[in-house]
C-alpha cells in the first residue's frame, strides 16, 4: 500500500487483496482505509489533485508534497504533475496556475522513526545456467548496444530488479520473498557493463567469474554516475531509461530539461517477453512438473471435502499446495 499524511488526516491506499487484513491491523483512530479502485475513492494523484486546489484557495500558496523519490515510480511524479494540472483547471479555471510543487530533497520521514528497521538485504546472487536462460550475458549485452545505437543512447539503465536478474543471468533468494530477484541496479554504455548492488552478494567464486567482464559498484553509486555520464558530455551524452520502471530519484540525476533523457521500453522488455528455445523448454518442464503437484493437491482437496465432509481453510489450502510442490524434483 502507499501511505499519504497531511496536516489533518492519515491515509492508506491499498487494494481488494489487503482490505480486511488493513481494517484489523490499522488503528482507527489515526488511520482512513482508502479502498483502492472502489466507487468513489480517488486515486493518490487526483486527491493530491483536490487537496492542492483546496489549499492554494485558502492560502493562495502551492501545496508542498513530499516524497521519497527512491521509492516512487518517475511515472507516479508525472500523474501527480497531471493532476495538480487537471485540479488548477478544474477548481481555479488556469491549468498553469501552480498549485502544488514535489519536494525530493528532503529525508524519508519515516526513517529517523523507524529505529527497529532491519537492513537491506545482501543474500547472495548464484548464476542462472546457460542452459536454462538460453542467451549469454555477452550475446544480451551485444543485442542491447545495438537498440542503443538505434535509439542514440550511450547509457541505458537498468532499474526493475527483474530486468537486471534477466540481463545478468542471475538470480538470487531471500532479498524478495517467494521472487527469485536481487537488490541490484545495472548500467550498460558501449565499452562498460556496471552492476550496483552489496558486495556481499557477489562473493562466491562462480558469481565472480560470472561477473568477470562486469564491473561491480556500490548500490548507491548509481545516482551520481548517470549524473556524472550526462556532465561528461552534454552534447553527445543520452540516457535510456525507461521512466514507467525507474524511481524518481534516477530519472532526476538527468539534469534539466532532459533533453539527455531517452524515455522509451527499455531493451530488456521484449526480450523477456519473447522466450527463446531454451526458456520455452524450461516452461514446459516446470508446467509438467507443476501439474503433477496441482493433481495431487486436486485429489486431495476432493478427498478432503466430498469423503472427509469437512472444510478447509485458505491457509491448510496454502500450506498443502506449497507442501506437493515442495516434493516435486
Known sequence: GTALVTQDEALLWTDSR??????????????????????????????????????????????????????HPAAFAKEVQDALGSAA???????DLTIGKLETSHPNLVDPLWESRPPIPTSPFRVHPLEYAGLSVADKVEKIRAQMTEQKATLAVFCTLDDVAYLLNMRSMGDVETCPVGIAYATISHDQVTLYCDAAKVQSPEVKEHLADVVVKPYDDIVGDIKGHCEAAPATNKVWMDKSRSNLALVSS????????????????????CKNEAEMEGMRKAHIVDGAAMAKFMAWLEHTIVV???SVSEVEVDEVLTGCRAEQP
Open 18 to 71: 489487503y482490505f480486511n487484513e488493513a481494517n484489523l491491523q490499522l488503528d482507527a483512530r489515526y488511520w482512513k482505509l482508502m479502498k483502492q479502485g472502489q466507487p468513489k475513492v480517488p486515486t493518490i494523484p487526483k486527491f493530491l489533485g483536490e487537496l492542492a486546489a483546496k489549499h492554494y484557495k485558502e492560502s493562495s500558496e502551492p501545496l508542498q508534497i513530499g516524497i521519497d523519490p527512491f521509492v
Open 89 to 95: 483547471r478544474k477548481e481555479l479555471d488556469d491549468e
Open 254 to 273: 538527468i539534469p534539466a530539461p532532459k533533453q539527455q533523457l531517452v524515455d522509451s521500453q527499455n531493451a530488456v522488455t521484449p526480450m523477456k517477453a
Open 308 to 310: 472427509e465432509g469437512r
